[in-house]
């Protein structure tokens, strides 16, 4: 295995090979040629050190976790195109495309048009361009920009909107994207969301506390009924060696039972009510709105910029943080060198689980001032796609943070301006994150790809394809 | 598969699936139980049987519980079973008291506790659980066979799914999206026989939707390399999302035209299938019931019987060992996963073509990861998977019973008992759960 730590820039699949269908893994895997070529990219290469089959391989790639950017000795352009960041705006770019694709298949002018597709293309052309378009243009006016609003705040609040709803996202990403630097899948985001909104509602409507001391001790709560929760989770996996994912997912929907339990007991369900509903918080336990009453973005956003800014300072200025990087990068290498990999590892988890607890509050104390069972709404799993979006970085995730905030907020107004379910936000947000996560298929796309060895490849490609038969 | 040659391989020693006979040495110093006996069953078991004995015996409730075992049909009734609760909680608890002691005194013999006595355990601790649940319920009498076929009936898809994921971790892929095969296989059987009028048809397009699903899966982890985790959980978002949509612009438009899917009825079995209690579950059953049950078998056969098994085990265990010999591990991958992704959809198909007679949103409700879960449970072995989505199956369709007979227990913990089952199994606490040694590691040839 040890010839897997070479990166091979030369080895980057064709375009003609990664034309992304179907068809060609069904051959390709059988050439051992054609397999060494298509796997190393410079930063996948290296993430595929498992120490000879030994130990499980970092669940997130090296791109994720370290700044190296792909790209051979070739001409600066060629540099600009290929580096991780184009991948990522080009991943978006296709993502958006497809969805467009999408939005138009249903459309009815386009299958109207459709019916004359060799009469008039045009007509079809142009039905799927403006299929595609009115939505997303909806999809702006509703998350950045909306040009009919009154006055320069009505026109601003889509964006207002969209921060509020992208702080949530920004924490619970945090916490996902702190875990992978560690090496640890944190699925769990769901889960410790639901645990910290459940600590943080009980103090705001339980106890009665003064203004300032109320909210703090909120937000103490919900930070650490998600760090308990994470925690526990790290706990398991450091003394058992039980899979984080597997605990994760499982703790997410233990979770959410308990939560529905609690809904309807005395303690939490709100007197005189037969929903599984709590009492409203105190107002002296939900974050101040900000920018006025107006908007409803709340306190919760600049703690979520004051988060982002502490697990920069963790990853990058802390030995702790240093540690956990050396754990995720070689959890063997990380033990000889003396770190502590177990405590690293249910430490990691806990402050995983706290920058989750705050999204668990930020819904409690910020927008909802209630506790429901869907106080996580989809936010936990969003948070793995903004991590992911983010390449595991603090500002990426913030930024992709509000990306998604911006689509969540848009897909609203789309829906009730063209009828375009909000439905594709989550097709464009996964699509991102697959191409994201697949830099070559990209550039295949693109045509991006360094042009070494095209022919040799091409050849290649093509015996594979004829030889290929199933083991 | 070319070659699903069914003849075995006397000599070779075969990687034992259930008691981890022979895990690859490395793993014997880096796994916490590396020891041949532990404590933790004979504790484990005995923690419980002593639960068992305080609150379903001492603390047990008064009354009689009633369990029906005939129904109307039948062609010979028996008479419902009456228990006293009190008493059946005392002796039960008793039985697993001895069976915990047992296991304990194997364990100051340094011996191992054989499975036969968790099983024995398992089952009285459940049966234990119903008399005591229903004995303290407003109503004391539940009909046996109606639960008992009523959890065979919610187990369809976990089994299938749980088949899927055997197949794709026994090759070396961690399959997360079992979720998504399920859903895409339940979208695609209730369009595809909406529109052709014709159930079968709908079965087979579930089967190549889910084979989709698993080709994107292998596509991304196998070719690209990336994570197969973060494939799967991003799968899973994608077909909810696909579906969503498409449900949401199509489906609704037009629910005669695209929503109604031709219905797999039950197919009874003349004479075996009105046998009491057994016939419900083995008799009575709509085409994708019986497929169940021949897949189990198939798929156990297949990877315990054959060449093609062997094969695709050794790529999971030790892909290099596999490479060596002349195996085509990639292609090996690639075609488990795809064939994994077909039987996930068929079992998604169970959806929209037997149990609910249209397609909603979400409507494989995160069955796909309870599927995951009873394949861990089951210790990835096809039989064992199939007994714990029974399991969880059982606890399902005990949910909703629950919630009728009105009973103390509150039906949100019933809803838990997956999860937390699950929970200690992968900690260690019931049993050894080992996953396939290079389950989730991708193969690149050096």
Known sequence: MTETNRPRHAAEPDPAKTAGT??????????????????????????????????????????????????????????????????????????????????????????????????????????????????????????????????????????????????????????????????????????????????????????????????????????????????????????????????????????????????????????????????ILD?????????????????????????????????????????????????????????????????????????????????????????????????????????????????????????????????????????????????????????????????????????KKKAVKANKSKTAATTGVAA | MSTTATSPQPGKPQPAPLDGGAPAAKHHHTTVTAKPVTWKLPVTLLVLAVVAFIFFGLMGPHQTAKFGISTGSDFFQLPALEVPAFLGGIVLSVIMLALAGYAVFLKTRNRKVPAWVTIAFIALFVAAFLIWVVGGARTTSISLAGLIAGSVTLAVPLVFGSLSGVLCERVGVVNIAIEGQLLGGAFTAAIIATLTHNPFLGLLAAAIAGALVSMILALFSIKYVVNQIIVGVVLNVLVSGVTGFLFSTVMQADKDKFNSPAHLDPITIPVLGDIPLIGPILFKQSLIGYLMYIAVIVVWVGLFKTKWGLRVRAVGEHPQAADTMGIKVNATRFWNVTLGGAIAGIGGSFFTLVAIDSFTKEISGGRGFIALAALIFGRWNPIGAFFAALLFGFADNLQSIVTIIGTPVPSQFMAMLPYLVTVLAVAGLVGRSRPPAASGIPYVKG
């Open chain 1, 22 to 279: 179907a068809a060609q893994p069904t051959a390709t895997p059988n050439t051992p040629d054609v397999e060494t070529t298509d796997a190393t990219d410079a930063t996948t290469a290296t993430s595929l050190d498992t120490a000879g089959g030994a130990m499980r391989p970092s669940a997130v790639p090296v791109s994720g976790q370290s700044g190296i950017v792909p790209g051979g000795p070739d001409s600066l352009m060629r540099k600009i195109f290929t580096g991780s960041g184009m991948v990522s705006v080009l991943a978006v770019l296709l993502a958006l495309i497809l969805g467009g694709l999408l939005i138009a298949s249903t459309d009815k002018a386009v299958s109207a048009s459709a019916g004359y597709l060799f009469a008039r293309p045009s007509d079809f052309f142009s039905a799927v361009w403006s299929a595609a378009t009115r939505s997303y243009v909806a999809l702006f006016q509703g998350s950045v920009f909306n040009p009919r609003g009154t006055g320069a705040a009505g026109q601003f609040a889509p964006l207002m909107e969209t921060l509020t709803i992208a702080t949530p996202l920004i924490t619970a990403g945090l916490g996902v994207a702190l875990a992978f630097r560690a090496g640890l899948f944190n699925i769990g985001a769901q889960g410790q969301i639901i645990m910290a909104g459940i600590l943080a509602s009980w103090v705001g409507f339980a106890l009665h506390l003064p203004m300032g001391l109320h909210l703090l001790l909120v937000l103490v709560a919900g930070v650490v009924g998600g760090a308990l929760w994470a925690g526990l989770v790290g706990f398991l996996k450091a003394r058992t060696g039980a899979h984080e994912v597997i605990l994760t997912i499982m703790f997410n929907y233990i979770a959410l039972y308990f939560l529905r339990y609690l809904l309807n007991t005395p303690a939490f369900q709100r007197p005189g009510e037969t929903n599984p509903i709590s009492p």
């Open chain 1, 283 to 451: 107002p002296s336990a939900v974050y101040p709105q900000i920018l006025g009453t107006q908007y409803r973005l709340h306190l919760g956003f600049i703690l979520a910029i004051a988060a982002t800014v502490f697990v920069w300072w963790v990853l990058n200025r802390s030995t702790i943080g240093f540690e956990f990087r050396a754990v995720g990068a070689n959890p063997k290498a990380a033990l000889t060198a003396g770190i502590n990999v177990p405590r690293a590892t249910i430490l990691v988890m806990a402050i995983a689980g706290a920058l989750a607890g705050m999204s668990g509050v930020a819904q409690v104390a910020g927008t909802e001032k209630v506790l429901t069972d869907g106080v996580a709404a989809t936010y936990g799993f969003d948070a793995i796609t903004v991590a992911l979006l983010g390449r595991s970085t603090p500002w990426g995730t913030f930024a992709a943070g509000l990306l998604f905030g911006a689509f969540r907020a848009g897909a609203v107004q789309m829906q009730i301006q063209t009828g375009t379910p909000i439905d594709i936000v989550l097709v464009v947000q996964s699509l991102i994150v697959l191409f994201i996560a697949a830099p070559p298929l990209v550039r295949a796309v693109f045509g991006l790809n360094p042009r």
